[in-house]
């Protein structure tokens, strides 16, 4: 069994009221540890209510969730223990920041956990390097800083607590193109490092693209699939029909192919496609 | 969680009570109420739950809702209750223990009032789960802007109450957010004593306050930038217009109150 997995979940928002809405329907996942995964689908098609489970702040209707083997809500006050494990940065997470100094902010989730002064001290200092915050910045007022800079404190607030599983929801919205690479790389330099399980949800295709090594796929409160990007970005025509876009240089070599010339895999990073024309142009000239 | 609130909550919908002119509803709700408090017996109080039953079930609201809105206050009801039990101290005794004597005059109060609370509010909440906030706010104005004679803001209020029965819903998720937020973060909300359960808000309502006066700003700003420079001169999409059914159901509440006041009279039970 993974980290995360879920048997027959579902979900229903405002159940006898006239706004009743199923989210989730029977969702069933495995996710195994040290997995990076990303999670795509369209607004409303389940995907922040999907992670909302995976850390006990939204009890199921109806099925079951595995958090390590430990299923969630079979034992209440374990619950505190599973959110330690499973950190969740919810979207635009810079708004949750209340306290008077960047380091006090950060520490608040370590200091919660229970942990010594001296842990919870070496933990904020060696996050805020992570993230890329100069120690400077550490007695200034996270009120004080520019969004960017808030939305990296937010995130190292949940990362300092160092939980099995991180998950962040639309890490990069609303940031320019530079503060968004910046954003991804130390997520993907945060899994390098800790070898743990990160999920990250994103509308942006050419995010997760750039990213991950696992896709999951939401559509209409369904789980659509979950595998690796070639094999999901190989479903074009599926995807478009979900209203969900493949990124732009797998649409510029789906047109490659539909005009004769054969490539052998599905191609997603430019980096790739880059190796590949090299590889066919040499073939070309190898042949005439 | 929060969102279970039904304040100011709007149910849409096309029944005869949901279609009635909202300044009509809200002087019709104004003499159920004067109905339920004019009553002096048990019989007068019946006339007003008749009243209500039958405004309820032409409105097609679902009876769990009636039940949630009367809720939050069953603890207001529970207090009056035992002040009015212990203190009354005229009529037919019938505990008597020690000190506390629990009279017929006691129990009869407790229930007639418990009755009138649970009534009001079901009443007034009916006007709120049929009228959408904006038709509401309208009516207020409407209603009020004869004042603007003695320089009554009759429009700035009716616009504050706007602003805020429309953010009321916003503030909320914005709550469940950040508290869903901090209990990622290893928020204990649930357990430790009052002072402690206090100090663990904060981290909570410092993001709160500080989301309201963004949105409050970003507002004021919108509305700025179409022009908005307060009531004068201002027009309205939707004109309000009293129709025939609005008649109708005002005839029809004036006999319910005057069949009050007639029990009132010769029937005070």
């Known amino acids: 069994m993974g980290i995360i997995k879920t048997q027959d979940l579902s979900y229903v928002y405002g159940e006898g009221t006239p706004f009743r809405k199923v989210a989730l329907d029977k969702v069933n996942i495995d996710i195994e540890e040290g997995e990076l995964v990303g999670i795509i689908g369209r607004t409303g098609s389940g995907k922040s209510t999907l992670i909302q489970h995976f850390n006990g702040l939204l009890k199921a209707t109806s099925g079951k969730v595995f958090i390590d083997g430990e299923e969630l809500f079979s034992d ?136 991950v090594n696992k896709i999951l796929v939401m559509n209409d409160s369904r789980l659509f699939m979950y595998d690796t990007p070639e094999r999901v970005f190989a479903k074009v025509k599926e995807l478009d029909n979900m209203g969900l876009t493949v990124p732009q240089i797998t649409r510029v070599f789906d047109r490659l192919r539909d005009s004769g010339i054969a490539f052998s895999d599905e191609v997603y990073s430019v980096d790739y496609a880059k190796k590949l024309v090299l590889r066919l142009l040499q073939e070309k000239r190898v042949r005439s | ?65 009636m039940t949630k809105s009367v809720k939050p206050i069953v603890p207001v009801i529970l207090f009056t209750g035992v002040l009015n039990l212990f203190f009354v101290s005229t009529g037919e005794v019938l505990v008597s223990w020690g000190f506390i004597r629990i009279t017929e005059d006691g129990l009869r109060t407790m229930i007639f009032m418990a009755v009138r609370i649970i009534f009001l509010i079901c009443g007034t909440s009916l006007l709120t789960y049929t009228t959408s906030p ?18 009554f803001p009759a429009h700035e ?56 006066f963004r949105r409050a700003e970003d507002l004021a700003l919108a509305m700025e930038c179409r022009c908005y420079h307060g009531g004068d001169g201002r027009t309205r999409m939707k004109q309000l217009k009293v129709g025939f059914i609005d008649w109708l159901a005002l005839a029809v509440t004036s006999l319910f109150l005057a069949g009050v006041i007639l029990l009132n009279i010769f029937l005070p039970l």
């Open chain 1, 76 to 211: 209440k006050s374990r619950l505190r223990q599973i959110r330690f494990k499973v950190g969740l940065v919810f979207q635009y997470p810079e708004y949750q920041l209340f306290e008077d100094t960047v380091y006090k902010d950060i520490a608040y989730g370590p200091i919660n956990m229970g942990l010594s002064r001296e842990e919870v001290d070496e933990r904020v200092k060696r996050t805020m390097s992570l993230v890329g915050l100069k120690p400077e910045l550490m007695q200034k007022s996270p009120f004080e800083l520019s969004g960017g800079q808030k939305r990296r404190v937010a995130i190292a607030g949940v990362m300092a607590m160092e939980p099995k599983v991180l998950i962040l929801d639309e890490p990069t919205a609303g940031l320019d193109p530079h503060g968004r690479d910046r954003i991804l790389n130390l997520i993907k330099e945060y899994h390098r490092q800790k070898g743990s399980t990160v999920m990250l949800v994103s509308h942006s295709m050419e995010d997760i693209a750039k990213t």
């Open chain 2, 1 to 65: 969680m929060i969102k279970d609130i039904t304040i100011g909550q709007y149910f849409p919908g096309s029944s005869l009570v949901h279609r009635l002119d909202p300044r009509m509803k809200l002087g019709l709700t104004v003499m159920y109420i004067v109905m339920l408090f004019i009553a002096k017996g048990f019989l007068g109080l019946g006339v007003g739950i008749v009243f209500l039953t039958a405004a309820f079930l032409s409105s097609g609201i679902q009876l769990s809702l």
């Open chain 2, 134 to 151: 904006i038709a509401l706010t309208d009516a207020i104005e409407r209603v009020l802007s004869p004042l603007r004679i003695i320089r």
């Open chain 2, 157 to 212: 209020i009716a616009m504050i109450m706007t602003i805020a029965l429309r953010f009321i819903p916003i503030l909320i998720e914005e709550t469940d957010k950040i508290t869903s937020a901090q209990k990622a973060r290893g928020a204990d909300l649930e357990s430790g004593s009052v002072l402690q359960r206090a100090k663990a808000l904060v981290p909570i309502l410092i993001p709160l306050f500080v989301s309201a």
